[in-house]
């Protein structure tokens, strides 16, 4: 007979409900429609406090209705995630709204951008910025203002908080880590559990290209490269983390949907891991489809850990070719070569795993070079060729040697959608060969007609995915946007 066993809680804080908050993307096109998953950042947050505090998730991107769950929730504090830097007037926006509705509530920042440029939130309506991985910070931060200690505060490392008006940064540990760990580290395996079921009523509004209720996994943080233009090693000091096989498939076991996308920014690193993981979700018969972003080095070094994972279900990578060119793989000190991209596509190809490939549009180019790239991915059959303008990133080395040539710091532009730099050609003509790009090389539809076949998807699912691409092959949108009025900051 089952015995039922009281369930231990421990006591509430003081500091009332906590709210998460995924802000709403304002981006002026693009790929906002074509990707919107669930946000992993703040399950992992909440998470890390759901011991001490209620807590919930608002994903503004579905419900815009704030001050209502202010109210339903009576959230005494609210933690707000600024990933991206086109998110900026969003987020000021909302924390804006935020105090206006309460000034009491607490009103914590954090995220990938707002981590490399605090200053961006340094209002009277953030009480409190949290830099890098949040889960530790912001739970010592929760325990802290239950308590009333200030000092306690001031001993969590990076983190801003208000005196007298202005933001002071508490202090900074070690800037400069660079851990690259090869085996896999406690402190990911053993992180907080993300809470997913905090956004099940967001779920069925979730999509990955043309696959409806992905779930998303982690398995990895950071990276082990040094590109110019990126961000992520800069965000995680150059730190590299993987968790075990194990706690992959932990989390794989429970989750409901069809599709798993792997959000790592360099997946399947450690061919013993992830050949373990191949094994055990082949083993387990688990009959998922999942997608990764992982480096052509890797592949070209471990093609048997990519077969094992075609095998156990890997449908698309996305792989940073960045550029067809030596001495342009140089200058973005990529760490790779034309080659190595030639090598892994032909192993994933072989292997059966489409590929999204990322490449960047350079503004300083001419005509020649966007028929050489078009030409490039054509001939390579790349499934899923996303273009992305180059971008000097707030916090990138990049940003350092290009922020004198910047021609736009409205944040918003800074989407990789748009040029923040001036351009060789004209800018009409820029933007119409960058539109042209997509459509001289499309997605391949051929491929997803295949998947209806096999009812992976249905019709609809592909009429709603065109239909939404067909923004990012109109040049008039992008001229259009450059004009478009900031909002609400
Ligand atoms: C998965 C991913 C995607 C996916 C899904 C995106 C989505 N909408 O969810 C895909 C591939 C579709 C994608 C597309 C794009 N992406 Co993207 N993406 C990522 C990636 C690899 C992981 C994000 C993630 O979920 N990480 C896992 C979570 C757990 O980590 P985290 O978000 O950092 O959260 C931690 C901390 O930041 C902090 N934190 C976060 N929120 C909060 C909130 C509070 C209150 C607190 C206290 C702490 C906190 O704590 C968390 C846990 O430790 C990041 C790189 C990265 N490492 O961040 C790029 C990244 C965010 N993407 C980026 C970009 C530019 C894009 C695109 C615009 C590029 C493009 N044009 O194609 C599009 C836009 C798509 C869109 N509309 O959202 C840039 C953003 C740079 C910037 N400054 O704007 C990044 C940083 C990569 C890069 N350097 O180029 N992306
Ligand atoms: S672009 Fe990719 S490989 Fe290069 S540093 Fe960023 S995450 Fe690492």
């Given amino acids: 007979m089952a015995i039922s066993l009281p369930i231990l809680r421990a006591p509430r804080l003081s500091v009332g409900p906590v709210l998460l908050v995924q802000p709403k993307n304002e981006y002026l096109v693009g790929f906002n429609e074509t990707v919107m998953v669930e946000p992993l950042n703040l399950e992992f947050i909440a998470g890390a406090v759901d011991d001490l505090v209620d807590v919930s998730i608002l994903d503004m991107r579905i419900d815009q209705k704030l001050e209502q769950r202010l109210a339903e929730t009576q959230a005494g504090v609210v933690g707000i995630g600024c990933g991206y830097t086109a998110d900026v007037p969003i987020v000021r926006a909302a924390v804006r709204r935020i105090k206006a509705y309460n000034r009491d509530i607490v009103v914590i920042v954090g995220g990938h951008h707002a981590s490399l440029s605090p200053q961006d939130f340094f209002l009277p309506e953030v009480d409190y910025l949290i830099c890098g991985e949040g889960e530790q910070p912001f739970r010592a931060l929760i325990q802290a203002i239950a308590e009333h200690d200030r000092e306690k505060i001031k001993r969590i490392p990076r983190l801003y908080y208000q005196e007298d008006g202005a933001h002071?940064?508490?202090?900074?540990?070690?800037?400069?880590?660079?851990?690259?760990?090869?085996?896999?580290?406690?402190?990911?395996?053993?992180?907080?559990?993300?809470?997913?079921?905090?956004?099940?009523?967001?779920?069925?509004?979730?999509?990955?290209?043309?696959?409806?209720?992905?779930?998303?996994?982690?398995?990895?943080?950071?990276?082990?490269?040094?590109c110019n233009f990126c961000s992520v090693w800069k965000f995680h000091r150059?730190?590299?983390?993987?968790?075990?096989?194990?706690?992959?498939?932990?989390?794989?076991?429970?989750?409901?949907?069809?599709?798993?996308?792997?959000?790592?920014?360099?997946?399947?690193?450690?061919?013993?891991?992830?050949?373990?993981?191949?094994?055990?979700?082949?083993?387990?018969?688990?009959?998922?489809?999942?997608?990764?972003?992982?480096?052509?080095?890797?592949?070209?070094?471990?093609?048997?850990?990519?077969?094992?994972?075609?095998?156990?279900?890997?449908?698309?990578?996305?792989?940073?070719?960045?550029?067809?060119?030596?001495a342009t793989l140089k200058k973005l000190n990529k760490g790779s070569k034309p080659g190595v991209n030639l090598e892994a596509i032909q192993i994933l190809h072989k292997a059966g795993v489409k590929i999204w490939g990322a490449l960047i549009v350079d503004p300083s180019w001419g005509e020649d070079d966007f028929d050489r790239l078009a030409e490039f991915v054509n001939q390579y059959n790349i499934e899923c060729p996303q273009f992305t303008i180059l971008t000097p990133l707030p916090g990138t080395?990049?940003?350092?040697?290009?922020?004198?040539?910047?021609?736009?710091?409205?944040?918003?532009?800074?989407?990789?959608?748009?040029?923040?730099?001036?351009?060789?050609?004209?800018?009409?003509?820029?933007?119409?060969?960058?539109?042209?790009?997509?459509?001289?090389?499309?997605?391949?539809?051929?491929?997803?007609?295949?998947?209806?076949?096999?009812?992976?998807?249905?019709?609809?699912?592909?009429?709603?995915?065109?239909?939404?691409?067909?923004?990012?092959?109109?040049?008039?949108?992008?001229?259009?946007?450059?004009?478009?009025?900031?909002?609400?900051y």
């Fill in 168 to 226: 002071l940064l508490t202090w900074e540990e070690d800037h400069h880590r660079f851990r690259v760990n090869k085996t896999p580290t406690a402190e990911m395996t053993e992180r907080p559990r993300p809470r997913r079921d905090l956004v099940a009523q967001y779920r069925k509004h979730y999509y990955f290209l043309y696959h409806n209720n992905p779930w998303t996994m982690e398995s990895a943080r950071g990276c082990a490269f040094r």
């Fill in 238 to 326: 150059g730190d590299y983390k993987t968790e075990t096989a194990a706690r992959t498939m932990e989390e794989i076991r429970q989750v409901d949907g069809k599709y798993v996308p792997f959000i790592d920014d360099l997946a399947f690193r450690q061919p013993d891991v992830a050949q373990d993981l191949a094994h055990a979700l082949i083993s387990e018969g688990i009959n998922k489809r999942y997608w990764a972003q992982c480096r052509a080095s890797d592949i070209v070094e471990h093609p048997e850990s990519f077969h094992a994972l075609a095998e156990a279900g890997l449908d698309m990578v996305l792989m940073g070719i960045e550029a067809i060119d030596q």
């Fill in 397 to 488: 080395d990049l940003y350092k040697t290009m922020e004198s040539k910047l021609v736009s710091k409205d944040p918003r532009h800074f989407d990789f959608l748009h040029t923040v730099l001036p351009t060789r050609l004209p800018i009409e003509k820029f933007y119409e060969r960058y539109a042209r790009l997509y459509q001289q090389t499309g997605m391949k539809m051929n491929g997803m007609l295949q998947l209806v076949r096999d009812k992976i998807i249905t019709v609809d699912d592909l009429r709603v995915f065109k239909a939404k691409f067909e923004e990012l092959i109109n040049p008039e949108i992008y001229m259009k946007s450059l004009t478009a009025e900031p909002v609400g």
